[in-house]
């Protein structure tokens, strides 16, 4: 820490040392002003620079200059969204000139890592994307922005919670057991993805309104820079700042209703009792027609209970503007966001500050920022989904003689044991957390005066994050129960922080020479992390009270880094990175992160250079080493030993003891490594109306960082963290986007990806063996697992008996096929179980479409899945008739239970894995703009939008859009209603 | 010339900046209860903590009670991982004494344990394997940093950790047969360790009991530590059943340990049959003079999902996991007060194995005091009672048997007197003296089971009397059979786990599988 902050002293030295230098001297004097050819109004900040020299100026926030020149210099004018001009002065000294809007130069910089390349220069596979193009409505979970849009990215969301979190795969995974989340890069600020007890997304600290831009980079060319955290593709993040000129303020609010988009179908309280009784008549189930005496009453859908429609709100303000010439943005934001399910809720308030100021001839530029959240999260108990679609439909929410808080309940009525009550678990249980989170970066760029193509820049920054929260639940409750089932109630506290600092210096060299040009970017990165939880469990009464010892750890990453491109007559793009990574995780701490890539601006050729037809192509070829650090442990290399906790000490004599447990190391494990080929092409025709993009790749992991087995008596327990096996990724990915219409009053954008990947174990074990049945996964059940990993097949493959069906088609309880042809009992032996499909979409693909005619507006956008299978887990575990009556208590059936009639589960059955190809739309909104509200000034945009608003799909359970593919009783997507009014001034 | 200055304080700032950050890569842990193998054992405290862990890993099943931190593999149920708890159900389940409610456990394996229908991919296996050779890894690393001391107490721990080692290899002979071997030599690592024959590993482990049976305290020394009684017991386990594992009788070498346990013999005095046949099985066993080894629980400090927790909260009045068959009932004839058995809602014939009504429960294993008290941390859900590993009454049972079977240095009527005072405990109603002509093999067989059912003995037991597999003796449901059926004799042993094999070439498996 010291070092950092001494570091810091030195920086500010620096930074205060060159403000105060005084502008060389200068010869004529230029003056003028510059307006936009929009509306004729000044243009503030527009850079001007006196051409072939470093002298130049910024504009006023009126737009007027005033500038020292040679008499027969050349100004160059140029702003961000204009075409830049040239002027000769030509002996004049007052030079008025009006900058034309260039649609085209809007994208033509594309923000890469570490600085930025105009977008012939690129190389990689890189998408960018900024907030047109974002979905509409998204208030709590930033990610949400993207879904849909990018070919090869891929966003689950976790669950239908309130700011729930997602899973995020950009080209699938290229690890098996290690993260394969990618890095994300909020303005220059790597963050850190480690999950924060009480944080339910880490994301969700960012007000998606305070979004400027997404860029995505895909393959290794792109992301080698950012060397051993790159595996996975990089998302940058870029935030709204400030610009020169008055004030503008600019409100959002929104109003929304979640509803639930379905209900698992289960029997009803008639439905139930008929079922009951007939399986008394035949004695499944350990009923009996007494039994059936004792089935209650009442008519309840336990889903109706514990769901309701939930109102949300959500509003941001923000100003923007300059003080003193120094820009600024302000913005804050608050949503309140219910969830369907009872109780729940997730509330933000996030405040964004942001200053953007320049000295000395813009020769300095500063960008600080803040971004500062509170969140609070009820998660209440999601177990309650699950157990209302078990509760017998017979029985009431409540009992007025229940000792239970007045909620029906099993142990109330004879049970020992049972299914808990929802609406009890949801009214009961008091599970909130309130999480803090700090980014806070400065970042300077200092053009160096002598050499102005150089530029060097240091960030710096830390990122705090910090949670509290507790799991409570009274003595009355009676689902919450100790180990041996007594009702004990629950009040457990636990508290986290995680911490990243960052330092980065790097230096930006860009010149021309004739045919030549030449782009360097050089630097070094030093960034710590360091994460703390500590959690405490007590009885309801605070008795049992079970201290959790204090977590702490922490980890450097210290980089060195270089890309350089080269571009030859602005048709051939080579671009050559290089990233030596140190990581304390291992002890080798150093590794080197190599790519190479080629792009070739054919458009640029005599041959396409007059086809009118064709605006652009572009081929590009990329090769690229990229790591994987993000093990499960700061020190997978250290020879430890462990304290037990105070529940885990052992007698000897009349004392107990605190053992001590050697772990098990690998002393020599280093990075995974992942070689990415890349070929991509990009079209552009009929006046840039259709712009296509092709990539294909093929990526292959070594090393792979694996949690595995280790054979007996090689070390002190049965698994290690060691580099075995190898896995390979090959894709295609497809991006359309379309202006198929483009007049005055009808414009129509219209943009379609696909992305295929296949994924391929290659290597598993240290030792090839055929007898080997490969890596479990997939939990259904104590030591029970659905799914299987294994060479020469994907990843997390269903591992299942193959079920075998009547003439009718209908599946024969018990009968599977003998795979081994062994005979005997086919359930009792392993080996007859099959690789069954998996859970990853062979196919996804994207559509979306913005209609905007006149004043209106209209965009949807959806996605559709194709070849994802899921492990139906509600379905098998539920829906057998041995189930209908268990542990002395009732429980409900799914009405699937028709299709199969089982009367004992069949878990391991291939009936259960099910296609569940989807097509979700998941954003229709509609727009509507007024210019003029009220007065002149006032801008008003009115929106309506539904999210998630339908599916198809003829996969049966609730959603067929499983992350992981074990269908599971998650809480539900709402459908979402959305009312929302933008006013600017 | 002022951009020289700046550049140069740029330059020299961030030359003393990089270096001073490359160390930074250079981490230890941050938390007290992290050592690294080089500050870990500091005191005597810490050495102690470090043999407390040898005994631990028999019984708990990670550094957190009741789970967390666990020892063995996270895609492992961590409750079902103990030592004691995989040991029952071997023991146990695969024969006449037990049968598991839920057969789904185990990805719906667990079951054939019962049925003998296990296969080597049955993770069970897999995970009573892992267990055994990780207790054998953690053992050779505290030998290794006990050894050439002349401190008494690490010579005496030094000693303790060798006989766990081979308390620790018995029960993989007796299971697996053969086992992957390594010793103090073997630094831990990714290597591959060499098999051992199931009649070298007996050799082993005889030779190391002889050797440290005089370096261990005398018997009952500190309560819960191995002693020359428990060296001198395992001795006689293993030469008992040395016919099933090496094919060559050791009675002799039995009775010359056993006859130790008996009046006159070197441990004499230092144990006692308890006046209640229950003391021995209840919260406060600690006080029952009659154990001779014990692996230990603690509602409060010492919290695990082991076997005796198994056998209280899952029998029929709990959450009904465990159920005998009617083979164990009818054994016990009326009047014989060592017939703990839950009978309300339940019916003595199995129909189906997974209905909890079917079978009487066992309740034989109590979390309440001699007094009759509740522990005031049985509120936590865990609890007090230790876990009998070797107790008085087994050696006098062996004794007896070992006369039996031809063993010299006894005699018959010692071994009537050993067995009547099981028989007419100092507190219990008498069941009754048997005679010396009633005095065979089948009743020593029918005894142990009466005297020690769930101890985790039966399965050893019919093998070395030759009923546990083959047509000879039939319980419900072996062999997957209501009446029970004839099963193949290669499941005397236990196979050597298929992704054991996998991951290990110097690994053979065993014959039938």
Redesign the interface.
Known sequence: MM?FY??LN??F??VC??AS?QALAQSARVTGKVTSSDDGSGLPGVSILEKGTSNGTVTDADGGYSINVGTDAVLVFSFVGYASQEVAVSGRTQIDITLETDVTALSEVVIVGYGELKKEDVTGSIVALNSKDFNKGVTASPQDLLLGKVAGVSITSNSGAPGSGATIRIRGGSSLNASNDPLIVIDGFPVDNNGLAGVANPLASINPNDIESYTVLKDASATAIYGSRASNGVIIITTKKGKQGKPKVEYDGLVSVSTPAKYLDVMDANEYRSLITELAAQGIS?LNPALVETLGTENTDWQKEIYRNALSSNHNLSVSGSVKSIPYRVSYGYTNQEGILMNTQMERNSLNINLTPSFMDDHIKLNVSAKGSRIFNNFNDAGAVGNAVTFDPTRPVRDEVSPYGGYFSWLNSGA??GTGNPVAQLEQTDNKAIAHRLVGNAQLDYR???LPDLKLTVNAGIDRQESEGHNKAGLDAEFAR?????V?GRNNSYSGMNESKLLE?YGNYAKEFGKHKVDFTGG?G?Q?FYRESFATNR?GDN??IVE?????????L?SFYGRLVYSLNSKYVLTATLRND???RFKD?WSLFPSFAFAWNMKEESFLRNVEQINDVKLRLGYGQTGQQAVFD??PF?????????????????Q???????E?Y?PNIKWESTTTQNVGLDVSIIDSKLRISIDGYIRETKDLLN?V????????????L?NVGSLTNKGVEVSLNATPVSSKNLTWNAGFNLTYNKNEVTKL???D?P???GL??G?I?????IQNTQVGYPANSFFVFKQVYDASGNPIEGLFVDQTGEG??V?????NKYRFKNPAAKVLMGVNSRLDYKKFDFSFSGRISLGNYVYNNTESSLAFYNNAYS?SHFRNMPKSISDTHFI??Q??SDFYVQDASFFKMDNISLGYNVDKLLTQKLKARFSLTVQNAFVITKYKGIDPEVDGGLDNNIYPRPRVFLAGINLSF | M??N??LK??AV??T???G???S??????????????AN??DSPE?Y??????L??SFV?T?????A??S???????E??SSFTRLLWNFQELSTDEAVWT?T??????L??LH?H???S????IE?M??????I???IN?YIRVTAGTDNADLKLFNAEARFLRAMGYYYGMDLFGKM???TEA?E??????QQISRADLFAYIESELLDIQDKLGDAGF????ADKGACAFLLAKLYLNAEVYIGSPKYTEAITQLKKFLAGGEFSGAYSLAPNYLDNFLADNNTSPELIFTL?S?G??????ESIWTMI?GNTN???GIRTTKSLVEKFDNGDTRDHFLTANQTLEIEEI????QGYGVYKFRNINKDGSTPASD????TNV?NPMFRLADAYLMYAEAVLRGGTGGDVNTALTAVNALRNRENETPIGDISLGELDLDFILDERARELYFEHQRRTDLIRFDRFTGGDYLWPWKG?VKEGTSTESFRNVFPI?????????N?EPNDGY
């Open positions: 070092k001494r570091f030195v920086f030295v620096i040392s060159v230098l350990g020992t044991s160096v005066h002598f100790n180990a041996s089932g007594v004990v210096v070094y030093w710590h009885n008795t049992s959790i010892p204090p977590f702490k750890t922490e980890n450097f210290l140190g990581s304390s701490h700061d020190y250290l020879a430890t030993y462990s304290q037990s906790t105070s529940t885990a000490q052992y007698q000897l004599g009349d107990f003891y605190y053992t001590w447990r050697p098990a690998d949690d087995k280790i054979t007996a008596g090689a070390n002190f327990t049965n698994h290690i060691t074990i240290l030792y063996d007898g080997y049945i479990p996964g939990n059940g104590i030591n029970a697992n005997g009992s359930i009792s032996n392993e080996f542990l004992d589960r878990a391991y | 002022k951009y200055k700046i304080v740029a700032g961030t003393l900046f990089l001073s950050c490359i930074d890569l250079d981490v230890k842990p941050l938390t007290s209860n992290v050592k690294t193998s870990v054992y810490a102690k903590g470090g043999l407390a862990k005994y631990a708990l990670g550094q957190q009670g009741p967390g931190q020892d063995l593999a996270a895609s492992f149920d409750g079902n839920y789904g456990d185990f990805g719906g394996t079951g054939n049925y229908t296990w296969t991919a049955d993770s069970y995970l394997f892992a267990r055994i050779m990780a054998e890894v953690i690393e992957p071997f390594v073997d831990p690592g990714a290597f591959l360790p500190e309560y819960g530590r230990n603690d409060e400090k010492s919290q695990s999902y909260k709990g959450w009904g997974n209905q909890r009504g509120i936590t859900g865990f230790d997957n786990p298929s992704s054991d094999l996998a991951s290990n070439p690994l």
